[in-house]
């Protein structure tokens, strides 16, 4: 028991299976964290609304128009223009020692937030934006992965006894001014983007995330409505579930493979055939990485985004693994666990990304494989696994294609990990970058 509730943790493929996947209509619901109900508007986003259609509508809006792979190469030049202000940023501070978690959230927040208000903020404001953005999700994730007593106690909540849910809804009060300081700006423009459209300039046209929810929320077909709520617990979802676990596993990825001198000759010996030390990766380069790709299924293997995933909560008795869980309970798939059995995994505690070249085990992110699934699986599965894939590979290709790194003088690779509801490495990963390619306008 969790207090006054049943709480229960799956830790292995056959029990992952009926829970994600047999029985997955029944496990649909979260459990909802005091945390987590203050963090989206008292539970209106796709994370963590109960199955039904408003979560359709939700799931399917955002699917279709952020992170379908056909939006996703659309926006391509977005995620190019991050990744190469990093890069540039990196060369200017070759030599030196440098923060690669920070630079790589920064990055990542960057594409979302162009991706939902598009050019709405520029310049210093939006680097201002971005290092408010990366303290509040810091806080942010950290208050939803802390033990509270509300959650185990449900009948206490309303004390809040730990001061869990005043302090988050400070945090959410905070990115709310900057939400409806977005939606002001671009209902403001909107004027302008009409005409920019009258006038054939495509560019200025462009529709972004915010200004198509805008448009659905003046819909009045009779379906699910979008309410203005709905529409700032969307891009809440955006924020920070796109941001930190990105970043993170950009971050672990890196750590691993400098820990692992082999490892990273191998990536750059595949870079250098594939895109030459003349060139810059394109992101149309990522099918011929193999290698390269492996690497980060083995990451995530071993430091899944989401250790214990979002707790799932049948609506109905349910039999799994012949133990009846009863309706209501907090139930926690541990995916870090499954990923490290050793009676599945060979030398499981070992970062070896050849595992995942062998033919018998792909490692495909569709959660259809119970021994591996960093993304989950079933209804519930990641809503963003091909931007995260896609923003991932593309980062690491670049930084391993574009420098040598190495640890700064004295100091020893720190793997160990911080667990929360999203897994974080304990030390953040300090590197030294070292040019590697042969023309410094390769860097511009």
Sequence with gaps: ???????????????????????????????????????????????????????????????????????????????????????????????????????????????????????????????????????????????????????????????????????????????????????????????????????????????????????????????????????????????????????????FAMAEVMNKPHVLAKVQQELDAVVGKDNIVEESHIGSLPYLQAVMKESLRLHPALPLMVPHCPSEDTVVGGFTIPKGSRVFVNVWAIHRDPNLWENPSEFEPERFLNRNRTGDYSGNDFTYFPFGSGRRICAGVAMAERMALYSLATLFHSFDWKLPQGENMDLSEQFGIVLKKKVSLTAIPMPRLSDPALYE
């Design 1 to 251: 028991m969790l207090g006054s509730k049943a709480g229960i943790i799956i830790t292995s493929p056959s029990a992952a299976r009926e829970v994600l996947k047999d029985h997955d209509v029944t496990f649909a619901n979260r459990d909802v964290p005091a945390a987590g109900r203050a963090a989206s508007y008292g539970g209106r986003d796709i994370v963590w609304t109960p199955y039904g259609p408003e979560w359709r509508m939700l799931r399917k809006v955002c699917v279709l128009k952020m992170l379908s792979n056909t939006t996703l190469d659309s926006v391509y030049g977005l995620r190019r223009r991050e990744v190469r202000e990093t890069v540039r940023y990196f060369y200017g501070r070759a030599g030196s020692p440098v923060n690669v978690g920070e630079q790589m959230f920064l990055t990542v927040l960057n594409v979302v937030t162009s991706m939902m208000w598009g050019g709405t903020v520029q310049g210093e404001a939006r680097a201002r934006l971005g290092a408010e953005f990366r303290q509040l999700v810091t806080e942010f994730t950290a208050l939803l992965g802390k033990p509270n007593v509300s959650d185990f106690f449900p009948g206490l909540a309303r004390f809040d006894l730990q001061g869990v849910v005043k302090q988050m809804n400070v945090l959410v009060g905070r990115l709310d001014k900057i939400f409806e300081m977005m939606i002001e700006q671009r209902l403001r423009i909107e004027k302008d983007t009409e005409a920019a459209a009258t006038t054939g300039d495509r560019e200025r046209a462009g529709e972004d995330f915010l200004q198509y929810l805008l448009k659905l929320k003046e819909e009045e077909d009779g379906k699910i409505p979008l309410t203005m709520v709905g529409i700032k617990a969307l891009l809440m979802d955006m924020v920070v579930g796109g941001t930190d676990t990105s970043s993170n596993t950009v971050e």
